[in-house]
T-cell receptor, first 109, second 112 residues
Framework: KNEVEQSPQNLTAQEGEFITINCSYS?????LHWLQQHPGGGIVSLFM???GKKKHGRLIATINIQEKHSSLHITASHPRDSAVYIC???????????FGKGTKLTVNP | DAGVTQSPTHLIKTRGQQVTLRCSPKSGHDTVSWYQQALGQGPQFIFQYYEEEERQRGNFPDRFSGHQFPNYSSELNVNALLLGDSALYLCASSFYRGYEQYFGPGTRLTVT
């Protein structure tokens, strides 16, 4: 079992829909990251969380430390949101990030 | 302010050859981490460099080695290339023990 599990693996939505991507992890962490990767490879950091909730524009990220679970929400989804969304955790006392396999989101017009 | 840059963008090598990938960190950052991302998978941590020393290493063989220069830029070297080394190699920079990592665009390595 991977240390970081994401669901779903693939997600197709219609423009305007509310999107939720989930991330569960099995290790103690000091921080959790949500990242966006477009075709071609470049990765952009969306959020870094250690507790609670963060919001940036149409994106909202939450984390429940006790349940070892985080969610990324996209409100009023748009075709330009189509990308792979990756959850990564930084284990306590470690410098490295451990990544999930990603969720491929396609938003159709 | 330039972000993280990597070179080359794409590279094709033959099995058994050696390759060197390069990374320049975001201005002000002193730490470089390298990741390997196979097709359809999440990135996997290779190693991290700070103060020209390897500080932490993931589960990669000794064929993977690195270097950090005084200007904080870094190289990733892979010897005796295998077909399975074909992947996107990502570099990320940060402050040492800082939580925020900034990723470069990656180098796509194809081994034939």
């Amino acid at each position: 079992k991977n240390e970081v599990e994401q669901s779903p693996q693939n997600l197709t939505a219609q423009e305007g829909e509310f999107i939720t991507i989930n991330c569960s992890y099995s290790v103690g962490i000091s921080a959790l990251h949500w990242l966006q990767q477009h075709p071609g490879g470049g990765i952009v950091s969306l959020f870094m969380l250690s507790s609670g909730k963060k919001k940036h524009g149409r994106l909202i990220a939450t984390i429940n430390i006790q349940e070892k679970h985080s969610s990324l929400h996209i409100t009023a989804s748009h075709p330009r949101d189509s990308a792979v969304y990756i959850c990564a955790v930084r284990q306590g006392g470690s410098e490295k990030l451990v990544f999930g396999k990603g969720t491929k989101l396609t938003v159709n017009p | 302010d330039a972000g993280v840059t990597q070179s080359p963008t794409h590279l094709i090598k033959t099995r058994g050859q050696q390759v060197t990938l390069r990374c320049s960190p975001k201005s002000g950052h002193d730490t470089v981490s390298w990741y390997q991302q196979a097709l359809g998978q999440g990135p996997q941590f290779i190693f991290q460099y700070y103060e020209e020393e390897e500080r932490q290493r993931g589960n990669f063989p000794d064929r993977f080695s690195g270097h950090q220069f005084p200007n904080y830029s870094s190289e990733l070297n892979v010897n005796a290339l295998l077909l399975g080394d074909s992947a996107l190699y990502l570099c990320a920079s940060s402050f040492y023990r800082g939580y925020e990592q900034y990723f470069g665009p990656g180098t796509r390595l194809t081994v034939t």
